[in-house]
């Protein structure tokens, strides 16, 4: 497929989606047929607009996902690195105190920790700003979402450390619908050309139900002339 692609596409993207986070990394190593590491990345749909670039040079890409940490984002507030994406987004396009909005989004890392984590963030990390845009625009016609971190903002503040329930459930519903919304921008920078689901049998919701997850999978199965390889062992 890549000798195939290679005079006739400006980049080869080859994602290949399992269901384990430690099988796709050791799983794409083996598909990755050049001796370059560098070509390989076990991502997250939510950290694309950081790795981007990264693809952005590479004339083929080997990207790992698996649904959980890239499709099924409602589940949990997700990883530190994740948020402070987001907080560098959000601080720039709303107009809103910094200290209550870093608070919100810790989630249920300490101030200290999280801190630490936006300074190592903006000492590391380069938002791809074509990327970060697509989000802004989403976000914009997404007001609802602007509606819960008001709401979540006004019953947190800037200097409450333990939450309650009530304030858990309407962050941890903002943060969830935030990273949703990520994924699915994120998802659209890619450009896959054959996207290998592996164990497909285990993903039947991706391809037949109507559902959140199912429509952020469509991002990449009906991506123009993109191929799509489903594996089994199972009979």
Excluded at 22 to 49: C, G, M, V, W, Y
Excluded at 53 to 75: A, Y
Excluded at 118 to 139: G, H, M, S
Excluded at 175 to 189: D, F, P, Q, V
């Amino acid at each position: 497929a890549v000798d195939y692609l290679w005079d006739t596409v400006d980049r080869i993207d080859v994602v290949y989606i399992c269901s384990n986070l430690n099988i796709a990394k050791q799983n794409i190593d083996r598909l990755n047929i050049t001796s370059n590491r560098e070509f390989q990345h076990a991502a997250r749909a939510t950290l694309l607009p950081v790795s981007i670039q990264q693809l952005k040079d590479n004339k083929l890409n080997f990207i790992s996902l698996t649904p959980k940490t890239s499709l099924d984002l409602r589940s949990s507030t997700g990883i530190k690195w994740e948020r402070a994406l987001l907080f560098n987004i959000l601080k720039r396009e709303w107009d809103v105190r910094e200290s209550t909005l870093r608070n919100v989004m810790r989630g249920d890392a300490g101030r200290k920790s999280f801190k630490r984590t936006l300074r190592y963030f903006a000492a590391e990390e380069t938002i791809d700003p074509d990327l970060e845009q697509d989000f802004v625009k989403a976000l914009r016609s997404r007001p609802d979402i602007r509606e819960l971190y008001d709401q979540a903002a006004e019953m947190i503040g800037w200097r409450i450390d333990n939450l309650t329930y009530s304030m858990r459930v309407k962050r941890n519903q903002f943060l969830g619908e935030l990273r949703g919304l990520l994924a699915s921008a994120s998802l659209e920078a890619l450009e896959p050309d054959l996207v290998i689901l592996d164990e497909f049998q285990r993903f039947k919701y991706l391809l037949e139900e109507e559902n959140e997850l199912s429509l952020l999978a469509k991002k990449l199965f009906d991506f123009p002339d993109v191929k799509v390889l489903l594996l089994s062992a199972t009979p």
